[in-house]
């Protein structure tokens, strides 16, 4: 977790980045887990495994580790409490599976850490606790379009039962993915000042170069959170790689946090046929990812779709300390 020495709080992410220049987030965890032959047609979605086969959570974050990610997200993303009691759960066990999302993540960072050799030109990963938006416990794809209807006060007393027990599970940070809209993110603004012990990065979904998924522009969101002191980055996630260039020039215009990108694989989800279409080749993507880091972004990624390939690919284009970076 967090540490303070005096009123100056600890970064988790600045050694990586005077160490290698970028901290590298991992990729897919849902649809890594669909490849793998997993069937999540759930309204818990990569949480439904939690319940059912955590071994293979704990998997893929492994493998993510070992293909370079400096950062594994827990599968806490679509797992809230008053979802997992709809699926039978009492509060108490719900808040156990919560925990266990952060343990399968750090059990697998702590294994990848022992091995001697894994510990040559790396620093030792960090654990994000992921704090999915409202709409990924509606599981009817409204993180994508914030239109929830709920008022600020509503959503942060929605969040706040989750949000303390992730923040104080012992992952070195929350990860705030996807969040679609104005009033998630003063929801989480005010959730991360009662906690100011707590880092966190904030991440949007986008309809543009410049709006979050309701239409506020980017920007608007990026100042809000660049006045609360333990947000260590923001930016965006699960969005088309193409609106990156324009996402990061719009953070930036607004905050001095780092800039956080792991857009999606570039492929289309086509609802009518239930299939992604389009190709993703990891070398492409790893090459565009160099670019993202050239314009500003500090953490880089994947979401849906990316696959250990994809984040191997973004390891290889990093340089170590010292060492001069190359195409």
Avoid at 41 to 48: I, N, V
Avoid at 74 to 89: F, K, V
Avoid at 241 to 261: E, F, H, N, R
Avoid at 301 to 327: F, L
Wanted: aromatic residues 8%.
């Amino acid at each position: 977790m967090i540490t303070r020495k005096g009123d100056w709080m600890i970064d988790p992410i600045k050694q990586f980045i005077e160490y290698q220049g970028v901290f590298i987030v991992d990729g897919g965890l849902a649809t890594e887990l669909e490849w793998r032959g997993y069937d999540l047609a759930d309204e818990l979605w990569s949480a439904r495994l939690l319940l059912e086969n955590p071994a293979a959570i704990r998997q893929v974050h492994s493998d993510y580790l070992w293909q370079g990610a400096d950062c594994v997200i827990s599968a806490s993303y679509q797992a809230t409490i008053p979802g997992l009691m709809r699926r039978g759960l009492s509060p108490a066990a719900a808040a156990d599976l919560l925990r266990l999302s952060v343990r399968l993540a750090q059990a697998a960072r702590d294994e990848f850490w022992a091995v001697e050799a894994n510990r040559g030109g790396r620093l030792r990963p960090l654990v994000a606790a992921s704090v999915g938006p409202y709409g990924a416990y509606l599981a009817d794809g409204s993180e994508y379009r914030g239109d929830y209807g709920l008022s600020v006060a509503e959503l942060v007393a929605w969040h706040r039962p989750r949000w303390r027990i992730l923040a104080e599970s012992g992952a070195d940070l929350l990860a705030c993915e996807t969040i679609p809209s104005w009033e998630e993110t003063q929801a989480l603004a005010t959730l991360l000042r009662e906690t100011p012990q707590v880092p966190a990065w904030v991440s949007f979904s986008a309809r543009d170069g410049t709006h979050i998924s309701d239409g506020t522009p980017i920007a608007q969101c990026a100042a809000l959170l660049d006045a609360i002191p333990n947000v260590v980055a923001v930016g965006v996630n699960c969005t088309p790689p193409y609106l990156m260039p324009d996402l990061i020039t719009a953070v930036q215009s607004a905050t001095g946090k780092y800039i956080i990108v792991y857009p999606n694989s570039g492929e289309r989800y086509d609802a009518v046929h239930k299939c992604w279409r389009g190709d993703t080749d990891p070398s492409e993507y790893g090459t565009i990812s160099r670019e993202w880091r050239k314009m500003g972004a500090a953490l880089i990624g994947g979401c849906c779709r990316t696959r250990p390939a994809h984040i191997r690919q973004i390891r290889d284009r990093t340089p170590r300390m010292g060492a001069a970076e190359t195409d």
